[in-house]
C-alpha cells in the first residue's frame, strides 16, 4: 500500500528498521557488555574520546561500583582523540578472564598503550572498573596459618 504523498513506504521501513535495532537485539539487560573483547576495547576508547563516564561506568561489570574510576580515567585520558593500532587479547586465566594491551595513537600523533582486564558473564564481556561490594566477601579467604600434619 502507498499513500496518496508516498510516505506510507518510508514510515513501514522505518517501523522496520527501529524493531530490528530493539527487538531483534541479543542483549541480556540495559547494561549488556560487548560481545566480544574486541568490541569492548573499541567501546572503551569511544567513552574516553566521547569524554562520557556514563558509557565507560556502563562498561563495567554488573553491580560494580565503577563512578570514581570512570570519572579518573576520563579525567586522565579523556578527549585526546585515541585511534586502536592494535589490540592483543591474552587468555591467560581461562576463557572467562582475558587481557588486552591497547595501542593507540593520540590526535596530536603521541602513541600510548595500555592494558585492561576484561571478565564475561553470561556471554557478554565488561571491563573490570570500579569494585562489586556485593560480591567481595561472599568466598572464604585462604588461610596463612602453616598446616599441621
Known sequence: MRAKDGRAPLIVTGAALALLLTGCSSDTGPNAGPESERAAADAYIAALNAKD???LRALAPPGNDAAAEATDRVDR???????LQNVEVQHDFGPDVASALLVTTAADGSAGEERIVL???DGRWYITLGQNPEG???KTPAS???PTP
Open 144 to 146: 596463612t596459618q602453616k
Open 136 to 138: 567481595a566477601n561472599d
Open 53 to 55: 563516564t556514563q558509557a
Open 119 to 121: 571478565t564475561r558473564i
Open 77 to 83: 585520558l579523556g578527549g585526546r582523540g585515541l585511534r
